[in-house]
């Protein structure tokens, strides 16, 4: 079946075609980037009137470049929670007309679930169960993904998102927004043992063992930016992106690791827009045991080929909405 997805729970318009769940038809991603830089971050309202400017116009470009007619088309998708709720009211809207215009079932998909799915599109022989880290700019979560369907949360961060706090950091340094990728890349610039040099905190969480938290250590990059800034002292800028980044994943590697030798599954897999960062996926590689999956780097943004490929599964797990469908800032994954 040929699934037409949407997604529009942040700054991405995207507007997909999926067969079967595993197979991209077409792929449109329109980025507002350039709508939200000069204000250094995502201005909800904007977002929602850019949505609304161009999704009509993605959703005839991925149906033309699917190579399909509308007829064509076998159930719409859409992202319906969590994220901002503006944007996201313009995707459920649009997807209720064109499931009503096309007379087709209309299904709902949760955005994490959705960045799990990606790994199916790339990875055909994936399958639950396994462990799953979701790193992106508003959620950071380790999850026990039983089947396609059924997934429980086993920790999550108590602050900040991982995603959250690269642009924080990558903002202070003047990488511009979203500075994650950036961050990445100063940090790959960084002479070997340079990271030394800085002394960050590893933070310690009480209570459940596979939550985490970054705040503190963002607070500790940002202050140690500042004093060098208030003595005029010249700072190794990707020294410090690498001591940075390395200490976010060393938290988020060892929870994995935790949690896969916890759950005893053999299989563990990355996802959100985070899993495009180059030092956590080596020392994921590097740390686990056992099969690790990750998205290739297109796959691991926003998008809404993700969408399609979960709404596949929660299709045939029955899943479907009606008329009534609303979209929501938060929801839980189960
Ligand atoms: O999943 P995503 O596209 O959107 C959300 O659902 O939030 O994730 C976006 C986040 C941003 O914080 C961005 O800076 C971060 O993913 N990101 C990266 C990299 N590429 C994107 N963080 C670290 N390294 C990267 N290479
Ligand atoms: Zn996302």
Same mark, same amino acid.
């Given at each position: 079946m040929n699934i037409l997805a949407f997604e529009t729970s942040c700054d991405e318009t995207a507007v997909a075609v999926v067969r079967g769940g595993r197979h991209i038809l077409s792929n449109a991603v329109l980025s507002q980037i350039d709508v939200h830089a000069l204000y250094g971050g995502v201005v909800p309202e904007l977002a929602s009137r850019r949505h609304m400017e161009v999704v009509a116009a993605l959703t005839g470009q991925a149906i033309a470049e699917a190579g399909l007619d509308r007829r064509d088309i076998g159930a719409v998708a859409v992202t319906h929670a969590p994220g901002l709720i503006g944007a996201l009211l313009v995707g459920v809207g649009f997807a209720k007309g064109a499931a009503f215009a096309l007379d087709k079932p209309l299904i709902p998909v949760h955005h994490i679930r959705g960045h799990i799915a990606a790994n199916y599109i790339a990875h055909p022989e994936l399958r639950p169960p396994f462990a799953a880290l979701v790193a992106s700019g508003g959620h950071t979560l380790l999850l026990d993904v039983r089947n396609y369907t059924e997934m429980t949360v086993l920790g999550s961060t108590r602050d900040d998102a991982a995603g959250e706090v690269f642009d924080k950091v990558a903002r202070v340094l003047g990488l511009g927004y979203p500075g994650g990728a950036a961050l990445d890349r100063l940090a790959a610039q960084a002479a070997p043992g340079a990271a030394g040099a800085f002394h960050l905190p590893r933070p310690r969480v009480e209570g459940n063992p596979y939550d985490m938290s970054f705040s503190g250590l963002k607070t500790a990059a940002l202050s140690l930016l500042n004093s060098a800034r208030m003595k005029n002292e010249e700072v190794d800028r990707a020294g410090l992106a690498a001591a940075f980044v390395g200490a976010v994943c060393d938290t988020l590697v060892s929870r994995t690791a935790l949690a896969l030798q916890n759950l005893g599954y053999e299989t563990c897999v990355l996802a959100g827009g985070? !899993? !495009?960062?180059t030092h956590l996926r080596r020392s994921l590689a590097r740390s686990l045991p056992g099969a690790l999956y990750m998205p290739p780097a297109a796959l691991c943004g926003d998008n809404a080929a993700m969408i399609g490929a979960q709404a596949w599964y929660e299709y045939v797990s029955g899943a479907s909405a009606d008329m009534a469908l609303n979209g929501y800032a938060s929801g839980s994954l189960g």
């Open positions: 985070v !899993a !495009a960062n």
